[in-house]
Each structure stands twice: as structure tokens, then as C-alpha cells.
């Protein structure tokens, strides 16, 4: 009788416990998951936009959540998706496209935020690299002939493409 009294107390205290924290208002946590959670571009050309990268949210909890924004840390890091705000049930999820654009040869690190409408975040971290181009010099419009009297300047002109500095001697 005594394993039978004892087993009851455990119940009871285990129920009692989880009553009382419903009843002081322990708020019920939708699990939100962000996939990848890491979006590497590599190197990119300076420029030029990479190509998208599928990112999805799921709502892997019971409870229903709301996204209300999507946001990204840095201008070069742009975000493409459905128009917000989105309701997701349990087991639902969504997917937007995220691109990567540097303005300048460096490193890029930055962030894309969900909000939802609890105020709560869930995020991806977003990294590439910018890297230039070396192109080399060449002529696209080529010096015309000239005529003059010895002893006077003649001035040529030319149009050349490539990567600065161009330098052009002769």
C-alpha cells in the first residue's frame, strides 16, 4: 500500500506543478525553425547579383504563429517572399529567396530576420565576399591618323576598357 500512496503523491505533484504553471501564465512557445540557418554567397563578382537561395520557416510547434516582417541587416543582402503578414499552423512553413549583390571588394556578414507578431525573432546569418574582376586593358576606339607640320604637337584619342588603373604609354 505504501508503493500505491507513494506513486499517487508523485502524480499528484506533477499535476499540481504543470496547474500551477498555467495558472501563473507561463506562456506557451511556438518552436520556429529557419533552414539553412547559414547562407554562404562565396565570392561574388562586384556588381553582379548572385543567384537566389532558397531560405524556409517552419512552425514545428502546435501552437499557430504570425509573421509579421522579414528583414535583412545590409543593403547587399536582399530578401524575396510572400506577402506578410502569414499565418503558419503547426507543420506549416514557408519559403523565400535571398540574394547576395556587393558593392565593393570585402567581406559581407549580415542577417535575416523573421518578426512575428509576439515580438519574438527567429533568424539566418548571411555571409559573401565581393571580388573584382581584373580585366586587361584593350582599345575600343583606335587613334586616327593625323597630319602636321613639323615642330607642332599632334593629339590622339582613344577609348580603352579594363580593369583601374589603366595605364597607356607610347
Avoid: C, H, W
Avoid at 2 to 23: C, S, W, Y
Avoid at 41 to 58: E, R
Avoid at 67 to 84: A, C, D, E, R
Avoid at 95 to 122: E, I, M
Amino acid at each position: 500500500m505504501k508503493r500505491t500512496e507513494k506513486r499517487r503523491r508523485n502524480i499528484l505533484g506533477g499535476a499540481l506543478l504543470t496547474a500551477l504553471l498555467v495558472t501563473i501564465g507561463m506562456p506557451a512557445r511556438a518552436a520556429v525553425t529557419v533552414g539553412p540557418s547559414a547562407v554562404n554567397f562565396g565570392n561574388q563578382v562586384v556588381g553582379t547579383t548572385s543567384v537566389a537561395t532558397t531560405v524556409k520557416l517552419t512552425n514545428t510547434n502546435t501552437n499557430r504563429i504570425t509573421i509579421t516582417s522579414v528583414s535583412v541587416s545590409l543593403s547587399q543582402f536582399s530578401y524575396s517572399g510572400p506577402s506578410l503578414p502569414i499565418t503558419l499552423r503547426s507543420g506549416q512553413s514557408f519559403t523565400g529567396t535571398v540574394s547576395f549583390s556587393p558593392t565593393a571588394a570585402q567581406a559581407y556578414t549580415g542577417t535575416l530576420t523573421f518578426t512575428r507578431s509576439s515580438g519574438s525573432r527567429n533568424t539566418a546569418t548571411l555571409s559573401g565576399t565581393g571580388v573584382q574582376t581584373t580585366l586587361p586593358p584593350s582599345i575600343t576606339t583606335q587613334p586616327v591618323s593625323q597630319t602636321v607640320i613639323v615642330a607642332q604637337a599632334a593629339t590622339f584619342s582613344i577609348v580603352a576598357t579594363g580593369t583601374d588603373p589603366l595605364a597607356i604609354s607610347g
